[in-house]
């Protein structure tokens, strides 16, 4: 009783104090003052901090002996080597709870290990104050994303279910790190397809008895007009002046135009409710009235060029510029983007603009963030803020290793790709017997969670600049990194926990967690390690991270669960602890990922 009550009065104290970052963060903050003391001539230097390649060393090492000698050498130093830099570095520590021991190795490498006391202690503080305390600190307070954007009456094809899904990840792991973040499906509502669309409506409809049922697919209806557009002259030439009319702003134009908007727009917000998507609508036409004004500033830091017709910016090393007016006086994808990117920058004082988009338009971006740089927009070095990203992806592969198409030959069809996902999960749980164990509600509720959450998996394992093949029963089977599986790993600790019989919430407040066995410490370092996961993933860009860290925590969870008695052990309290961090952390990492882990059954 006496040890719980200490206990308890450290978790008021800790309760005030502030998030102290990352455990990579906080171990630099102490290498941070010993080299401030070992070389306070080079104040410039960053603590260069890792895990340890090989844990029999330690857990992480500072590696900047080698880079302080090629600086000081020759300098006049008291130092003989790089060694001896590391000796320094060593004996400079400031004393703290988070070292147990450290060593040199090699050409001054210093390796640190971790106390397990202290580690066990910052994940009792997690349980105690909340999984939001281990959120990393990030150095910026807005960011948009801009992902999804499908264009309006063409196919929402499996590129923008990519970036739908790679888009929300990071979306999340931003919004974690407490950066307010600015969701924006930046749809394609604003080309010239519009002339022919409009044109095609006014000609099917000409008394305006227009309605949904009336357009029907909005893609065929698309491919009908493009049919006609390409092969009678005269229509043609009537939707070129309807786009006019219709960017001129002319009320029967913009009606026709608005109708075919919404009734795109109800068939991707399918998709992303059944995604769980968040995203706010801000479409290329949003943008239209910034155009003339970023031209102009564009204008007068002399970037824009007559050629050929055309207004453009040339950008160095490209062969070909950057059109911003088309030669016959109208605005285009880069013009909108460099309105948008100024617009974003200005209006909405963001810090970070983050693209996401297949690949494919890597070189469309790297010219507008030039253009961007050279108008003074954006630092010119890409380490400083305000900064713009652009989160290319790989193609999705089909079985045949060609673009992936679903079975309807016509189009793909993204919300039947969903349903077969959680239809295919329905089948699976029936053939477990789940249908007598489940009401039908849950059997759904479940087969929906999984089979979602597979989708999403499958594509956010994987590095995200490759290709990735499509395959359901890959993602689907419970072996393996799945979601299937992760989600299986997470509902069977919760069920360790409710097995057990013991209020997990009182023992919390009473219990201590502690660390003996070799395995325990593994996953707790694991566990300790995830805000800077999280932070690696969402500053670089790669949600894949994220991924291969809760893999690794469950294969660490079954390591310990292998060899370390949970229930009945005279260790249980501990351990049930410990149990309870893992899920608790698996869960952070499913909600960040958009997966949701189907009710306890
Ligand atoms: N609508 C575009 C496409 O489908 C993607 C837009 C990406 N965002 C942007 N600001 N350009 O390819």
């Not at 973040?181 to 099917?204: A, S």
């Not at 453009?312 to 909108?336: M, Q, W």
């Not at 039908?440 to 290709?467: H, I, M, S």
């Not at 790669?542 to 060899?563: A, H, I, K, Q, R």
Request: proline share 4%; aromatic share 10%; with cysteine.
């Amino acid at each position: 009783k006496a040890q719980s009550l200490s206990n308890m009065a450290n978790y008021i104290v800790d309760l005030d104090q502030e998030n102290v970052g990352s455990l990579k963060q906080q171990i630099a903050k102490l290498f941070e003052e010993s080299l401030r003391l070992t070389v306070p001539d080079e104040l410039d230097v960053e603590p260069a901090i890792a895990p340890c390649q090989n844990p029999r060393f330690g857990d992480y090492q500072c590696n900047n002996a080698m880079g302080l000698w090629s600086k000081v050498k020759g300098k006049g130093t008291q130092f003989r080597g790089p060694q001896s830099i590391g000796q320094a570095i060593m004996k400079n520590l400031p004393s703290s709870e988070i070292i147990d021991s450290c060593s040199i190795a090699g050409p001054g490498f210093v390796n640190v290990v971790l106390s397990k006391q202290w580690i066990a202690k910052s994940i009792q503080r997690m349980l105690v104050n909340g999984i939001e305390t281990w959120a990393p600190k990030l150095p910026i307070e807005r960011a948009v994303v801009d992902f999804s954007s499908p264009n309006i009456a063409k196919e929402m094809h499996v590129g923008h279910l990519r970036s739908t899904i790679i888009g929300d990840t990071l979306a999340r792991m931003l919004e974690y790190s407490n950066v307010n973040v600015l969701r924006r499906n930046h749809v394609g509502d604003w080309g010239t397809q519009f002339g022919m669309l409009i044109e095609y409506l006014f000609e099917m409809f000409p008394n305006g008895e227009v309605n949904d049922q009336a357009i029907g697919d909005l893609e065929a209806f698309y491919k009908a007009s493009k049919q006609r557009f390409d092969s009678d002259p005269a229509f043609k030439e009537r939707a070129q002046k309807a786009v006019v009319s219709l960017q001129g702003g002319e009320e029967r134009y913009r009606t026709a135009w608005a109708r075919i908007c919404e009734i795109s727009r109800r068939g991707y917000e399918r998709v992303y409710e059944r995604l769980g998507v968040e995203l706010e609508e801000k479409g290329e036409s949003f943008y239209n009235p910034y155009i003339p004004g970023a031209l102009e500033l564009l204008s007068q830091q002399g970037l824009i060029e007559e050629s050929e017709g055309a207004r453009v910016i040339f950008i160095e090393g490209k062969n070909i510029p950057l059109i911003v007016v088309k030669r016959d006086g109208g605005y285009n994808y880069a013009s909108t983007d460099l309105a948008a990117l100024w617009y974003r920058l200005n209006e909405e004082k963001v810090e970070w603009i983050i693209y996401v988009t297949d690949v494919g338009q890597r070189e469309h971006f790297e010219m507008v963030f030039t253009a961007a740089k050279r108008a003074g927009w954006l630092p010119a070095e890409d380490n400083k803020y305000p900064k713009a990203s652009h989160v290319g992806f790989g193609l999705v592969l089909g079985e045949d290793g060609k673009r992936f198409r679903t079975r309807s030959t016509e189009t793909v069809k993204l919300v039947d790709l969903l349903d077969e996902a959680k239809s295919r999960c329905k089948t699976a749980l029936i053939e477990r017997g789940k249908a007598e164990q489940w009401t039908a509600e849950e059997l759904d509720e479940t087969a929906e969670a999984v089979g979602y959450g597979a989708v999403k998996y499958a594509d956010l394992k994987n590095n995200r600049t490759t290709n990735y093949t499509f395959n359901f029963d890959q993602m689907l089977s419970d072996k393996g990194n799945t979601a299937v599986y992760l989600l299986y790993a997470h509902a069977r600790i919760c069920s360790i926990i409710r097995k057990s019989g013991k209020d997990i919430e009182e023992l919390k407040k009473v219990g201590t967690l502690e660390l003996a066995h070799p395995d325990e410490r593994v996953l707790g370092l694991h566990l300790l390690q995830f805000a800077e996961i999280v932070e690696e993933a969402c500053t670089n860009l790669f949600p894949n991270v994220l991924c291969e860290y809760l893999y690794n925590l469950s294969e660490d969870f079954t390591g310990f669960y292998t060899n370390c008695q949970v229930v009945g052990s005279s260790e249980e309290i501990s351990r049930l602890l410990l149990c309870e961090a893992t899920a608790v952390v698996m869960r952070k990492c499913f909600h960040l990922l958009g997966i949701t882990p189907p009710p306890p059954s």
